[in-house]
């Protein structure tokens, strides 16, 4: 069984899917915060010397056992040399036929 497999018979269980779909955009940003500092080449190590952030603090973020304000992922973005982008979504309805 795939990974996308047994998540999508996890979603079955509806408190697993209520609790999963509450954590998105938490793993949203720590994925994003990865794959940007990816793209950048650059390493935590290396973040951390540029923003003044603790290494730990970053790798804590992008484990997902931080908790980053907004002013810190601010500073991150800025020491990747990009811009923090923050958007309320509407929420999408399912409609079941």
Same mark, same amino acid.
């Given at each position: 069984? #795939? ?21 998105? +955009? ?16 650059? =390493? ?5 010397? =540029? ?16 908790? +980053? =304000? ?19 979504? +509407?929420? #999408? ?5």
């Amino acid at each position: 069984m #795939t990974l996308t497999e047994a998540l999508n018979e996890q979603m079955k269980d509806e408190s697993f899917k209520k609790e999963y779909e509450a954590l998105a +955009p938490e793993y949203e940003i720590i994925s994003s915060l990865i794959d940007a500092r990816k793209a950048c080449n650059v =390493t935590q190590k290396q973040l951390a010397e =540029t923003t003044g952030i603790a290494q730990s603090d970053i790798s804590k973020i992008e484990n997902g056992s931080g908790n +980053p =304000t907004i002013k810190l992922l601010k500073r991150l973005a800025d020491g990747l040399g990009m811009n923090l982008k923050v958007e309320f979504v +509407p929420k #999408t309805q399912m409609v079941l036929g």
